[in-house]
């Protein structure tokens, strides 16, 4: 069966820098790869979507890039912000009985 | 506003019981989802539902129901044939066109069975 790895410990990184989230997978590489922020007792909320075909997307200071021959996927933000500390989930997507939801990586943005 | 919401935030129930979850969404949305959340775990998939009349079983569908009768309803029901019902659950509803993905999640049901 699928599985998704991210990492598990949390990520602590000073304000401003940017931060790497990793996330890979084993098996089959997805139709889409997705990424979600989920803050604590809270409902996840989507990010950005990459397709299989492409290499990399951008949205404001949110970079996605998907490799598939590593079969990786690597979530930066730049510039970080404190605002910016939350769970971050990675999520492979091949259809409805194919979506599959990581554990999260745990971004703590120290001022 | 648009969006999802489920009610209530805090459930608690005895062992033994059905309970139900409520979703309801104003996006006008055709799909809709139910997760369970577990420390530890990521998000499974419980049941989808495309369109109304209709739904499908995801991976961790034993012990659970649902129904859509209405585009912008779909409860869960806990039933006491759920083993470890004690979790997180997260609604989720995503245009059709879009497929399972882009989804909007509610602000989740905290139950607890005891």
């Known amino acids: 069966s699928q599985k998704i790895e991210q990492n598990s410990e949390a990520l602590n990184i000073q304000e401003g820098k940017t931060a790497t989230l990793t996330c890979n997978y084993t098996n089959y590489s997805p139709a889409y790869l997705q990424w979600y922020r989920q803050d604590p007792g809270r409902g996840p909320v989507f990010l950005l979507l990459i397709r299989e075909n492409e290499k990399e997307k951008r949205k404001e200071r949110l970079k996605v890039t998907f490799d598939t021959t590593l079969k990786q996927s690597l979530f930066h933000i730049t510039a970080s912000q404190p605002a910016d500390s939350a769970t971050y989930l990675c999520v492979f997507s091949g259809g409805y009985q194919k979506v599959t939801f990581g554990t999260g990586t745990k971004l703590q943005v120290i001022p | 506003d648009g969006g999802i919401t489920q009610s209530p935030k805090y459930l608690f129930r005895k062992e033994g019981q059905n309970v139900t979850l409520s979703c309801e969404q104003n996006l006008n949305h055709d799909a809709m989802y139910w997760y369970r959340q577990d420390p530890g775990q990521g998000l499974r998939l419980i049941y989808y539902s495309q369109i109304v009349n209709d739904f499908q079983k995801g991976d961790i569908a034993e012990g659970y129901s649902v129904s859509r009768e209405k585009k912008e309803s779909f409860p869960l029901t806990v039933t006491s044939a759920q083993k470890n019902p004690t979790a997180f659950y997260l609604c989720?509803?995503?245009?059709?066109?879009?497929?399972?993905?882009?989804?909007?999640f509610g602000p989740g049901t905290r139950l607890t069975v005891t």
């Open positions: 989720a509803s995503s245009t059709r066109d879009r497929g399972p993905y882009e989804q909007y």
